[in-house]
């Protein structure tokens, strides 16, 4: 029996003493402890509970060497696995590089825009990130971006505590922090005792179908109509409504093809054929060139004039609550299941990765619960 398999090391990164390390994480076994001992100005750390020395890579080689034939080196971790196929075009952050902005202002780091490109942020996650990463920055202007230490960051999140910031936000500004830290800078262990706000579990909001309808009769034209009712009907995303082109729209197999959705994952919906009598309506209306919704000047429509288009349908309709595009696609899914389709068509029609994260709409379904009577029903109040 080949017991290699079974002794098994595993490479991290570190960062020690403002130098970048190679950390070597291994259980208990007195051959991979002979190997260790014999590389060069090997050290232990107390702190993260592995030996490690300098990150160069003529180091790094000789652990792959020193290891052959007695352990498996796990370096999954250690290395970016991130690849792309052929042709794949990065997002473009260029915007934010031609900005024209007060020579005061610290900007983010090339280095950290070049990283978001690459590893093919979306456009929104990668705005987000530089937006919190630059309050962030400029609130430690004349200190370098290396020695900004635990203890400020952590002053810095507390700040935003008392602001009364969401953890929403909190949890942002922490992820774009860690992003320039553990991503661009290759250093993991930064903040591995970063505490985040503690998640709060709030349930989708969803509108009745009466009012999906109401909103839907009462909007101005064909095009707005269509948008509303994509949105429902197929349970989109608003930027999953706006990325749609015409191909996508599958007549002949009755669905819609969602390319780059969250996550950059693609995925099918269903096509409503009464949305689809309404959209070859609005086709030989409107006649979009590339786009299914396209602005005035050409190009994708904007996620402000779908958000305008439901709130002033909404208005018309009486409707009080605040609804919005995400609101209709909390309400697909919630109707779906009200109507009995099984949870785990709605997970693949909304993209969910994870059944957890689609099963929270049996909270908000009430088909259920109509035929339970309160014990209020029991009593003789009259």
Same mark, same amino acid.
């Not at 017991?3 to 950390?23: A, F, M, S």
């Not at 998640?199 to 999906?212: A, F, N």
């Not at 409504?241 to 197999?253: C, G, T």
């Not at 009430?366 to 009577?373: A, D, H, M, R, Y």
């Given at each position: 029996?080949? #017991?290699?398999?079974?002794?098994?090391?595993?490479?991290? &990164?570190?960062?020690?003493?403002?130098?970048?390390?190679?950390?070597?994480?291994?259980?208990?076994?007195?051959?991979?402890?002979?190997?260790?001992?014999?590389?060069?100005?090997?050290?232990?750390?107390?702190?993260?509970?592995?030996?490690?020395?300098?990150?160069?890579?003529?180091?790094?080689?000789?652990?792959?060497?020193?290891?052959?034939?007695?352990?498996?080196?796990?370096?999954?971790?250690?290395?970016?696995?991130?690849?792309?196929?052929?042709?794949?075009?990065?997002?473009?952050?260029?915007?934010?590089?031609?900005?024209?902005?007060?020579?005061?202002?610290?900007?983010?780091?090339?280095?950290?825009?070049?990283?978001?490109?690459?590893?093919?942020?979306?456009?929104?996650?990668?705005?987000?990130?530089?937006?919190?990463?630059?309050?962030?920055?400029?609130? &430690?202007?004349?200190?370098?971006?290396?020695?900004?230490?635990?203890?400020?960051?952590?002053?810095?999140?507390?700040?935003?505590?008392?602001?009364?910031?969401?953890?929403?936000?909190?949890?942002?500004?922490?992820?774009?922090?860690?992003?320039?830290?553990?991503?661009?800078?290759?250093?993991?262990?930064?903040?591995?005792?970063?505490?985040? /706000?503690?998640?709060?579990?709030?349930?989708?909001?969803?509108?009745?179908?009466?009012?999906?309808?109401?909103?839907?009769?009462?909007?101005?034209?064909?095009?707005?109509?269509?948008?509303?009712?994509?949105?429902?009907?197929?349970?989109?995303?608003?930027?999953?409504?706006?990325?749609?082109?015409? *191909?996508?729209?599958?007549?002949?197999?009755?669905?819609?093809?969602?390319?780059?959705?969250?996550?950059?994952?693609?995925?099918?919906?269903?096509?409503?054929?009464?949305?689809?009598?309404?959209?070859?309506?609005?086709?030989? #209306?409107?006649? /979009?060139?590339?786009?299914?919704?396209?602005? /005035?000047?050409?190009?994708?429509?904007?996620?402000?004039?779908?958000?305008?288009?439901?709130?002033?349908?909404?208005?018309? *309709?009486?409707?009080?609550?605040?609804?919005? /595009?995400?609101?209709?696609? @909390?309400?697909? *899914?919630? &109707?779906?299941?009200?109507?009995?389709?099984?949870?785990?068509?709605?997970?693949?029609?909304?993209? @969910?990765?994870?059944?957890?994260?689609?099963?929270?709409?049996?909270?908000?379904?009430?088909?259920?619960?109509?035929?339970?009577?309160?014990?209020?029903?029991?009593?003789?109040?009259?």
């Amino acid at each position: 029996m080949n #017991e290699q398999k079974y002794r098994v090391v595993i490479l991290k &990164h570190l960062l020690i003493n403002e130098e970048k390390q190679v950390g070597i994480m291994f259980q208990p076994n007195k051959l991979i402890q002979t190997v260790i001992k014999g590389l060069p100005n090997i050290k232990w750390s107390k702190k993260y509970g592995m030996a490690y020395l300098k990150n160069t890579s003529k180091n790094v080689d000789l652990i792959f060497k020193s290891f052959k034939g007695i352990a498996w080196v796990n370096s999954g971790n250690f290395f970016d696995k991130r690849s792309y196929s052929a042709g794949e075009t990065p997002v473009s952050v260029n915007s934010f590089r031609e900005r024209k902005l007060d020579p005061s202002y610290r900007r983010c780091p090339e280095s950290y825009l070049l990283k978001l490109e690459l590893k093919h942020y979306a456009f929104n996650t990668s705005k987000t990130y530089i937006n919190l990463f630059e309050k962030f920055i400029n609130q &430690h202007k004349n200190i370098p971006l290396n020695e900004i230490d635990e203890l400020q960051i952590r002053a810095y999140l507390q700040g935003l505590v008392l602001q009364n910031k969401s953890s929403s936000y909190i949890n942002q500004m922490i992820n774009s922090i860690k992003f320039y830290y553990e991503i661009v800078q290759g250093m993991p262990n930064r903040f591995y005792s970063i505490e985040r /706000p503690r998640k709060q579990h709030k349930l989708p909001k969803v509108i009745s179908l009466e009012e999906v309808d109401s909103i839907i009769k009462n909007t101005n034209n064909i095009k707005h109509k269509c948008i509303v009712s994509l949105l429902y009907s197929a349970g989109l995303r608003r930027n999953e409504l706006l990325n749609l082109k015409l *191909a996508d729209i599958d007549s002949k197999r009755m669905i819609i093809n969602i390319r780059d959705g969250k996550g950059n994952k693609d995925r099918i919906s269903i096509l409503s054929s009464l949305v689809l009598e309404d959209l070859r309506i609005y086709y030989k #209306e409107w006649k /979009p060139r590339n786009y299914l919704f396209e602005s /005035p000047r050409g190009g994708k429509y904007s996620p402000a004039s779908v958000l305008n288009i439901i709130k002033s349908s909404s208005k018309r *309709a009486g409707i009080k609550k605040n609804v919005t /595009p995400h609101m209709l696609r @909390h309400s697909f *899914a919630t &109707h779906l299941l009200e109507n009995g389709t099984d949870l785990r068509y709605i997970q693949v029609l909304l993209g @969910h990765s994870s059944s957890k994260t689609t099963e929270i709409y049996t909270q908000v379904a009430t088909n259920q619960l109509k035929s339970i009577k309160s014990p209020i029903e029991l009593l003789s109040l009259t």
